[in-house]
Nanobody, 126 residues
Framework: QVQLVESGGGLVQAGGSLRLSCAPS????????MGWFRQAPGKEREFVSA????????SYADSVKGRFTISRDNAKNTVYLQMSSLKPEDTAVYYC???????????????????WGQGTQVTVSS
C-alpha cells in the first residue's frame, strides 16, 4: 500500500523552528509535485505550500510566506518543510500530499492530490 510518512512535528515555543519531512513508502513519485497542507481543530484543511518535481517552482500560502520554506531531495525521495518564526496560529496537524503531473504544475486544491500521509502534529505554545 502506497503511503506518505511525515515526521518532525512536535511542541515548540512561539518564535521557534521545526523541520517537517515527508517520504513515501511503497513507491516513488517520479514527476509528482508535492504539497503540504494543515488542519487545525474545527477548521478545514488548508494549503500551506507546494513544490514542483524539479524544485524550480514553489508556492506558499500568504500566512506562511517568508517564514516557511519547502524543498525536496529527489535522490532521497524526501520533501521538507522548514518552518521558522512559528506562531500559535500555526498549530495544526500537517499533512504532505502527492499530485500527479499536470499541465498546471502547482495547485492549492487538496482534491488534486492523490496520495496523503497520516499527518504530524505541530503545536506552537505562546
Amino acid at each position: 500500500q502506497v503511503q506518505l510518512v511525515e515526521s518532525g512535528g512536535g511542541l515548540v515555543q512561539a518564535g521557534g523552528s521545526l523541520r517537517l519531512s515527508c517520504a513515501p513508502s511503497g513507491r516513488t513519485f517520479n514527476g509528482y509535485a508535492m504539497g503540504w497542507f494543515r488542519q487545525a481543530p474545527g477548521k478545514e484543511r488548508e494549503f500551506v505550500s507546494a513544490i514542483s518535481w524539479s524544485g524550480s517552482s514553489t508556492s506558499y500560502a500568504d500566512s506562511v510566506k517568508g517564514r516557511f520554506t519547502i524543498s525536496r531531495d529527489n535522490a532521497k525521495n524526501t520533501v521538507y518543510l522548514q518552518m521558522s518564526s512559528l506562531k500559535p496560529e500555526d498549530t495544526a496537524v500537517y499533512y504532505c500530499a502527492a499530485r500527479p503531473p499536470r499541465r498546471i504544475v502547482l495547485s492549492t486544491d487538496p482534491s488534486e492530490y492523490d496520495y496523503w500521509g497520516q499527518g504530524t502534529q505541530v503545536t506552537v505554545s505562546s
